[in-house]
């Protein structure tokens, strides 16, 4: 069996080539749906969908951060409409895509300042 003895990095690469789907998953690992279910909830205490999702919108959140537009973020991770990728992210993260990148971007811009500003003391 090939599944659980995989690096994080393995894992997240697997959890790309899959699609973000369990069962595609499953299948690159040469297990059932069942049998990774059963192994992911004995290793990781959840079940393998869920570790995709959160893996998903870890992916959509860099993504977003390098500048990427919130539809093409969603269709190129999968999600069949923006709206569910827009909930899928706000259930994660307590903020839609655009308000992340706000923040983020103004967060940036405040560390900055301190920076100069401490520099410049």
């Known amino acids: 069996m090939r599944g659980i003895w995989l690096t994080v990095g393995e894992w997240k690469d697997l959890a790309a080539q899959a699609r ?4 595609n998953l499953a299948r690159l690992c040469r ?3 069942r049998q990774l279910q ?3 909830r004995v290793h990781f205490g959840r079940s393998p969908q869920d ?18 537009p919130v539809k093409k973020v969603a ?12 909930r899928q992210f706000k259930s994660r993260h307590k903020m839609t895509p655009s308000e992340f990148v706000l923040f983020h971007m103004q967060s940036m811009n405040t560390r ?3 920076i100069i500003n401490v520099a410049n003391g």
């Open 20 to 23: 973000y789907n369990a069962r």
């Open 51 to 68: 570790w995709l999702d959160e893996q998903r919108i870890a992916a959509a959140a860099q993504l977003l951060l390098s500048g990427e």
């Open 75 to 86: 269709f190129d991770l999968g999600f069949k409409q923006p709206s569910h990728f827009c």
């Open 31 to 33: 297990l059932s749906a």
């Open 112 to 114: 900055r300042s301190q």
């Open 38 to 40: 059963r192994q992911f």
